[in-house]
């Protein structure tokens, strides 16, 4: 393993870094509070070309490796867990599949524009009653000659209420239970869906969440991705690059506690010294700097896999596992070391602690993760 950065990946992560000062930490505690997507500067990261990530330049995106992809979702996932939410389901579960997965035409109607910031994508597994269990899905996906009919809801989708593009997992054939299931693209305008928003979350409160309701919604049959009975593992196939992203940008978290914490407890007195002076707080951000090196080599040996289309479902889930976890302990540590003034709303540690939870949920339980490890160790699946 290179353990040198390429001259582009210190560009992409030179870039990040500059629009995330500029543009994201200024403002993200305000809409934090008010519960608010910052939908411009989004749309600004766009044109600033850093909404292309690994997609081929060709279709307007970056043609990043995955490492470099890697270092601009840390960047993003260091200021904020609810942009970066945002930024894994534009590129890599909704532009990711559709290059994966599309055909010529989708690809350059839809990559382009997501590329760029002009079509928001948000992505449609989970419902009420079918969250870790993906192959539940009830969505009912009716064919008429040449259209589809969808009815049915998804819940907890983010990006649902600014979506233009959704990408939908429905039922085609309830008896063929799995290999039913297909996959849409639902253009909102040609095919509008309606939005509830889901407010009141423990974090991430800056990321748009909504339930997105289909009543009969038309969808032509261009608008297929992938064939029939191919849906769960178009589902699947996203669920890799989602989880990856994730589990970087959790090492932002990482990071971003890590620097926060170093510099307060050396700035704290207390005894009449430096907290940071003291062997328990060491301890805790010894802790914290190892979780940051290792989530980091584990996300850098999933990216090399990517680099080389080599099946990397075991190392994503070994990644996004250990990365959630961690950002999770780091959060709590920080606060602890913050004291009562990193329990505040508007500390920057409060906000990585309550951001930190979602992580070890979506996009697969921490669960879920152990139960894909396990029966890559044992090859006894706990699951259907
Ligand atoms: C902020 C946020 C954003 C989200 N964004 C999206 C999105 O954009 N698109 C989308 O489709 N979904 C999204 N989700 C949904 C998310 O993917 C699901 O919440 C997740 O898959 C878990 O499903 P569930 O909540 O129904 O929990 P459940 O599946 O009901 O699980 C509840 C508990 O049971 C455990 N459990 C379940 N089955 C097993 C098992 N076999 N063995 C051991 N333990 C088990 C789980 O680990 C968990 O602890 C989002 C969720 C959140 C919180």
């Given at each position: 393993m290179?353990?040198?950065?390429?001259?582009?990946?210190?560009?992409?992560?030179?870039?990040?870094?500059?629009?995330?000062?500029?543009?994201i930490?200024?403002?993200?505690?305000?809409?934090?509070?008010?519960?608010?997507?910052?939908?411009?500067?989004?749309?600004?990261?766009?044109?600033?070309?850093?909404?292309?990530?690994?997609?081929?330049?060709?279709?307007?995106?970056?043609?990043?490796?995955?490492?470099?992809?890697?270092?601009?979702?840390?960047?993003?996932g260091?200021?904020?867990?609810?942009?970066?939410?945002?930024?894994?389901?534009?590129?890599?579960?909704?532009?990711?599949?559709?290059?994966?997965?599309?055909?010529?035409?989708?690809?350059?109607?839809?990559?382009p524009?997501?590329?760029?910031?002009?079509?928001?994508?948000?992505?449609?597994?989970?419902?009420?009653?079918?969250?870790?269990?993906?192959?539940?899905?009830?969505t009912?996906?009716?064919?008429?000659?040449?259209?589809?009919?969808?009815?049915?809801?998804?819940?907890?989708?983010?990006?649902?209420?600014?979506?233009?593009?959704?990408?939908?997992?429905a039922?085609t054939?309830?008896?063929?239970?799995?290999?039913?299931?297909?996959?849409?693209?639902?253009?909102?305008?040609?095919?509008?869906?309606?939005?509830?928003?889901?407010?009141?979350?423990?974090?991430l409160?800056?990321?748009?969440?909504?339930?997105?309701?289909?009543?009969?919604?038309?969808?032509?049959?261009?608008?297929?991705?992938?064939?029939v009975?191919?849906?769960?593992?178009?589902?699947?196939?996203?669920?890799?690059?989602?989880?990856?992203?994730?589990?970087?940008?959790?090492?932002?978290?990482?990071?971003?506690?890590?620097?926060?914490?170093?510099d307060?407890?050396?700035?704290?007195?207390?005894?009449?010294?430096?907290?940071?002076?003291?062997?328990?707080?060491?301890?805790?951000?010894?802790?914290?700097?190892?979780?940051?090196?290792?989530?980091?080599?584990?996300?850098?040996?999933?990216?090399?896999?990517?680099?080389?289309?080599?099946?990397?479902?075991?190392?994503?889930?070994?990644?996004?596992?250990?990365?959630?976890?961690?950002?999770l302990?780091?959060?709590?540590?920080?606060v602890?070391?913050?004291?009562?003034?990193?329990?505040?709303?508007?500390?920057?540690?409060?906000?990585?602690?309550?951001?930190?939870?979602?992580?070890?949920?979506?996009?697969?339980?921490?669960?879920?993760?152990?139960?894909?490890?396990?029966?890559?160790?044992?090859?006894?699946?706990?699951?259907?």
């Amino acid at each position: 393993m290179d353990l040198e950065f390429s001259d582009e990946q210190r560009m992409v992560r030179a870039a990040a870094r500059r629009f995330v000062d500029r543009e994201i930490t200024p403002v993200i505690g305000e809409y934090d509070r008010t519960e608010t997507f910052p939908k411009g500067v989004f749309v600004r990261l766009g044109h600033d070309g850093l909404l292309g990530g690994p997609i081929p330049m060709e279709y307007g995106g970056g043609g990043l490796d995955y490492v470099g992809y890697a270092l601009l979702l840390e960047e993003i996932g260091r200021a904020s867990s609810s942009f970066r939410s945002a930024v894994s389901v534009q590129i890599s579960l909704v532009a990711l599949s559709i290059f994966k997965w599309g055909t010529a035409e989708q690809k350059e109607r839809y990559l382009p524009r997501l590329c760029r910031g002009e079509a928001i994508g948000c992505f449609g597994l989970t419902e009420s009653e079918a969250g870790s269990d993906a192959a539940g899905v009830t969505t009912r996906a009716a064919q008429e000659g040449e259209r589809w009919f969808l009815s049915g809801s998804k819940t907890f989708i983010t990006n649902g209420g600014v979506a233009d593009l959704a990408l939908v997992i429905a039922q085609t054939d309830p008896e063929m239970g799995y290999k039913g299931l297909a996959a849409f693209l639902v253009e909102r305008e040609e095919s509008p869906f309606t939005a509830m928003p889901i407010l009141g979350k423990l974090g991430l409160r800056a990321s748009d969440t909504a339930e997105i309701i289909f009543e009969r919604t038309d969808v032509p049959e261009k608008n297929l991705l992938g064939k029939v009975g191919e849906g769960f593992e178009v589902a699947m196939s996203a669920l890799d690059q989602g989880r990856f992203s994730v589990a970087a940008g959790c090492v932002g978290t990482l990071e971003g506690c890590l620097e926060a914490s170093v510099d307060y407890v050396k700035r704290r007195k207390q005894f009449g010294r430096a907290i940071g002076s003291f062997q328990l707080v060491q301890d805790m951000l010894a802790r914290m700097k190892v979780d940051a090196d290792a989530a980091r080599f584990l996300v850098y040996r999933a990216a090399l896999l990517k680099n080389k289309s080599i099946k990397d479902t075991v190392e994503v889930s070994i990644a996004k596992y250990f990365a959630s976890e961690a950002a999770l302990r780091a959060a709590s540590d920080a606060v602890q070391l913050f004291g009562a003034s990193g329990y505040l709303d508007e500390a920057s540690v409060a906000r990585y602690y309550r951001d930190a939870k979602a992580a070890t949920i979506y996009e697969g339980t921490s669960q879920i993760q152990k139960l894909i490890i396990g029966h890559d160790l044992t090859g006894f699946r706990a699951f259907a």
